[in-house]
């Protein structure tokens, strides 16, 4: 076998002890912020058929997907889990109460160029209303993404949340440069998407391409780009008609995030369109305030995806929040706690005449749900209370011939060093 089948395909993780003991606290945080906001957990398969992701508006995640033909079905690893969680939403349409609050913590891969922050296997937090119009539902996801970042001990600044809303720049263009070409309002957000990677001048160069399915005039493609340095609200009204649906929601959404306790954490950013052909609405993206990782969370509101995939509009609105960016900000901060091997006794038989006596106990232990390691092999008493130590473990449990014979156990309490015996058959 070569040395790189040895090796984690590349992008993806290998999760030993220590890393996944982090992994759950951080999951421990999504579940319980989740639960707190009334969400109920999800799941689906990780294996879908590709063509619930195959869509055709040029999205990178598109051409990033991991798939193959099998049995003349052509199946693919999920890139993300909104297009799961919508069919899952669409075959019992009917039948749920609405809205439904929907969380999920869920491995997706995408063949990606790597960053500080991104590789081809991430977990993704996602959280997503079900059937609410309004946009009371995005602030209570805005809310519910502060928590969690309180929760893991991020101080308020620390991160923002840059909002726009696709609807507003939507109007604006069917008023104007797309008054023709309704179409092109898709592909023409996932063009202005890369602004901040590749900059205006590629940017222009996308939306004018006389084969592509944009097609704007030189003119229209910097009118497009210029909408987009909006920093205010009241800067993005000026290119909005004044009885404006979108620039009213957007209003009435930064109202409910002062109720929340989060108005200033949020700023408008007319840049932000987000990557993903589906969004309809508010779209929303998280950034360290150093600005020196990539996004930490996205989403927004998407109310015509399940109608795309052949069901009736539902509307919809969410997030995705990635285990690897928020693992490295916590790094930058110092704040993953330490997380010691879940561990409180470990028992010792001095001898296998003694190992039925030490079964006893630990079985005894575990059924108080304590976490107990029974010594397995014959090391030296020594090295198995040095290793108890190493462990982390509170307490050692010590049977030889003479405790077996007495009916007792001597325990060490490992922290104070103080000793004590117990009565096996107690
Ligand atoms: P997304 O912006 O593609 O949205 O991903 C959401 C988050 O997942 C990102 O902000 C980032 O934290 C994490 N992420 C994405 N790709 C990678 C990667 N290659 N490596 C590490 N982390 C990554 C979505 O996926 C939407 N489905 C979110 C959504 C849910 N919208 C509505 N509901």
């Not at 798939?67 to 069919?87: C, G, I, Q, Y």
Request: aromatic letters at 8%; hydrophobic letters at 40%.
């Amino acid at each position: 076998m070569s040395k790189k089948t040895l090796q984690p395909p590349r992008g993806t993780r290998d999760f030993y002890p220590e890393d996944f003991r982090r992994r759950e606290w951080l999951f421990d945080h999504f579940r319980s912020v989740s639960h707190r906001f009334a969400f109920e957990e999800v799941d689906a398969p990780m294996v879908e058929h590709a063509e619930l992701f195959t869509r055709k508006a040029g999205e990178e995640i598109v051409d990033q997907l991991y798939h193959f033909e099998m049995h003349d079905r052509h199946l693919a690893l999920r890139p993300e889990m909104t297009p799961s969680v919508a069919r899952m939403v669409m075959a019992r349409a009917g039948a749920l109460r609405m809205p439904a609050r929907w969380f999920t913590v869920s491995q997706n891969w995408r063949y990606e160029r790597m960053t500080r922050g991104r590789k081809r296997e991430h977990f993704q937090w996602n959280m997503d209303i079900w059937g609410e119009p309004e946009v009371t539902a995005e602030a209570e996801l805005i809310g519910s993404i502060f928590a969690l970042l309180d929760a893991l001990g991020l101080a308020r600044g620390d991160v923002k949340v840059r909002v726009n809303s696709r609807a507003l720049l939507e109007e604006s263009l069917r008023e104007g440069v797309l008054a023709q070409r309704p179409e092109a309002f898709e592909p023409l957000c996932i063009v202005i998407d890369k602004l901040a990677k590749i900059g205006p001048d590629p940017v222009i160069e996308q939306l004018t391409n006389p084969s592509g399915e944009i097609g704007l005039s030189e003119d229209s493609a910097r009118e497009v780009v210029a909408m987009l340095s909006a920093q205010t609200l009241d800067e993005a009204a000026t290119h909005a008609s004044a009885n404006s649906p979108a620039l009213a929601d957007l209003r009435r959404f930064f109202d409910l995030l002062d109720a929340y306790g989060v108005r200033d954490q949020v700023v408008f950013d007319a840049s932000v369109v987000r990557g993903l052909a589906y969004y309809t609405g508010i779209v929303f993206e998280a950034f360290d305030a150093g600005g020196t990782l990539r996004s930490i969370c996205g989403g927004g509101r998407y109310d015509s995806l399940t109608e795309k995939l052949g069901g009736k509009a539902i509307p919809a609105v969410g997030f995705g929040f990635g285990d690897m960016v928020i693992g490295e900000l916590l790094e930058d901060k110092q704040l993953w706690p330490d997380l010691p091997r879940p561990l409180d006794d470990i028992v010792f038989a001095l001898g296998e005449t003694e190992r039925p006596a030490a079964i006893a106990v630990a079985q005894r232990l575990r059924g108080e749900s304590r976490r107990v390691e029974v010594v397995l092999g014959q090391p030296k008493l020594k090295r198995a209370m040095a290793d108890a130590d190493r462990a982390g473990a509170s307490r050692i449990w010590l049977i030889g011939p003479d405790e077996a014979q007495r009916g007792v156990a001597r325990v060490k309490d490992l922290a104070s060093g103080e000793e004590h015996e117990e009565d096996l058959n107690a």
